[in-house]
Structures are given as C-alpha cells and as structure tokens.
C-alpha cells in the first residue's frame, strides 16, 4: 500500500506493472501480483486495464485503513506533533452557533483557553468524503481543549472539545465539537476571530482546507 501511495495512486489511478513493483518491493513479480489480488478482493485497490497496460487506484477504504495505521504507528513511537487535514465545502448553517459562542459561560473559556473571543458563530464545513468523515469521528475519540458546560440559572449548556487548527493555511481558528449537537460526522465548525466568511471571502459551496493539530498544541503552526 506504502509503495502505491508513493507512486500517486492516492489521488489517480496510476499505471503499475508488477514487475514495477515487485522491484519496489525486493520481491519475486509472483508476490506482487498475489498482493494486488488480494487488496482488490479486499476493497483496497481498483485495477482498471485498458489497452494492454494495468492502472492500479487506492480505494477510500484502502486510504482510510491506511490512515487508521498511520495514527497507530505515531502513538506508538510518540510524534511529536500529531496533525490531520480536512477538505470540505462552505454550507449555509441556521445561525444558532451566534446564540451559543456568544454566551459569557462559553465566551470567558474561550479567552482563557483558546486565547481570542471568537466571533459570535461558526464557519459551517460539510465534509464530502468518507475518509474526512472518518476523521471527523476520530477527532470524538481525541483529547482536545475541554471547554465545561455550565448553567445559567434558565439552562443547562452542554461542554464542548477544541482543537487548533489552521484554515487553508492562512488563519488561525479552532475546531468546535459540541457535545449536544444535531449535527452528525459530515459536519465540522469552526470558530475564530474574525468572520471567516467576509475575511477569506468564502461563497456558499467554497472548498477549504483545514490543518487540525491534535496533540493540545497552543499554536498552530
């Protein structure tokens, strides 16, 4: 999977003959062949051949088992810094953050924690593939910048996890994940600053990219 990747199959299907990768591999073209078969049953790869030459795709489940590996190998040998990206498009949200991000029991922590008063609202991501889904679900299982609930004396606010992130590698922001919320792991918020949206001028339907670092980093670099 490692040498497929490295060749550009991650974003194309790329022509790879098994001698290529047997080479590659340092083992006999017998072996590389029973590793693509048994990937393609498996879901992992597509092979698509057309005029006598193999074109060799990673599939999503393919990317994120290979994704799931990645984030084991660097727990276990203590990354310093843990980071994942994130692309998605710009939707049009109810406006209901504005009410939440703008309450004093949120807004103190993020002063305090996040070090900015965030402008009343979120940017509103919808994530289109299922391997940004799936890292969207393990952020849930991450230990970020814990945000308490509080109450009001009319309410109770449910606690919510931070992490840094950088949106399209210009501005600092934070991702938002609330734990009372009726959004489900298509969606990402994104707390900052300034109004995201007048700032880097994103339309309805505007593709980002967004760096998120895991590891309670206070800057994102």
Sequence with gaps: MLQLLLAGAKDK???LT??????RL??????????????????LIERVRSRGTSYIRVTEKGLIETSKLYSDLSDIFGKSERVVEIE????????????????????KQFISKLGFEPFPGTLNIRLNSPLDRSVRR???????IHIDGFKDGKRTFGGAECFRALLNGKIQCAIL???????????LEIIAQQKLRKTMRLDKG????????????????
């Design 13 to 15: 299907p790329v022509a």
């Design 18 to 23: 098994t001698i290529e990768l047997a080479n």
């Design 26 to 43: 340092n083992k006999s073209q017998q072996m590389a062949s029973k590793h693509l078969e048994e990937m393609e049953d498996e879901g």
């Design 88 to 107: 998605g498009t710009v939707f049009d949200g109810l406006g209901e953050a504005a009410y939440y991000v703008s309450q004093e029991g949120y807004k």
């Design 138 to 144: 393990d952020l849930s299982t991450e230990r970020g």
């Design 177 to 187: 994940l609330i734990e009372r919320t009726s959004h489900d792991d298509s969606v």
């Design 206 to 221: 505007a593709k980002v990219k967004v760096k998120i670092f895991l590891n309670g980093s206070q800057v994102a670099k």
